[in-house]
């Protein structure tokens, strides 16, 4: 005579069925929902900006972000182009939120494939100043274009970047504060980056000191209803009165 199911056992079943197809549509909401097809314009348009900045910021010759001055020297090492290296760097970066318990969204994906192409194309169509006063004008308006990007990419809301994933990641993991995981992953890459010849200067003290500030001027613009900062205020404070921040 076959014995009863136990309650319990059914019980786990079902909450397993739950929390898988909790999942399955959170992903689904994470990359085709409502709401991505509505906020995609602003998400793309953020991403190109940021890619243009970034190729500025190198074009004028006085220094970069920790995270691009690392992605130079390998350009640097390599022959291969900055934006390419972004890209490629992006997908281990990536690889390493499943061990920290990160996952992508599509503005995640998106993210390593269309700033690097942004550079690309960018990079050789800008001059190379040698003067001080158009170097500076350069770099200046490259850290503000920077920083609208970041504000249309983090409005949108669709997935951090690999890297400020990689941040957060080690903050939840951990318990680090997302300052302190910021500054030990980006005094790591600067110094590796310096070390291969990516160009550190005058340039990236503006990137450091001036990032956090412009990000924050354009969030409340683009995100009036303070959507991403009411979702994450505590995080999201700290992260942007960092030095270095972005929205990579």
């Not at 399955?24 to 906020?39: E, H, K, N, P, S």
């Not at 001059?127 to 920083?147: D, F, N």
């Not at 550190?200 to 900062?229: H, M």
Request: glycine residues 16%; hydrophobic residues 45%.
């Amino acid at each position: 005579m076959e014995s009863a199911p136990d309650d319990r056992a059914v019980e786990g079943a079902k909450g397993q069925h739950a929390t898988s197809a909790g999942t399955i549509a959170g992903m689904r909401d994470r990359f085709i929902g409502r709401t991505v097809l509505r906020r995609l314009p602003g998400l793309l348009a953020g991403l190109a900006l940021f890619g243009v900045g970034i190729a500025i910021m190198a074009a004028s010759g006085l220094g970069l972000g920790p995270w691009e001055a690392f992605h130079q020297g390998i350009a640097n090492r390599t022959g291969l182009a900055l934006g390419t290296v972004s890209i490629l760097v992006g997908i281990p970066v990536l690889a390493l939120w499943w061990p920290l318990g990160e996952r992508p969204g599509i503005g995640t994906i998106l993210n390593i494939a269309l700033i690097g192409v942004a550079t690309n194309l960018t990079l050789p169509l800008l001059p190379r100043p040698t003067e001080p006063v158009p170097q500076l004008a350069m770099s200046v308006g490259g850290v503000l274009i920077i920083g609208l990007g970041s504000g249309l990419y983090l409005s949108a809301d669709l997935g951090p970047g690999p890297r400020d994933g990689l941040m957060t990641g080690l903050h939840h993991r951990f318990g680090w504060s997302i300052r302190r995981a910021r500054t030990a992953v980006e005094v790591i890459v600067l110094v590796i980056g310096f070390l291969l010849g990516g160009t550190i200067g005058l340039g990236t003290v503006l990137f450091a000191f001036g990032i956090g500030p412009v990000v924050q001027a354009f969030l409340r613009v683009f995100d009036r209803e303070g959507r991403v900062s009411r979702r994450r205020r505590p995080d999201l404070v700290e992260e942007l009165e960092s030095p270095g921040t972005v929205g990579e």
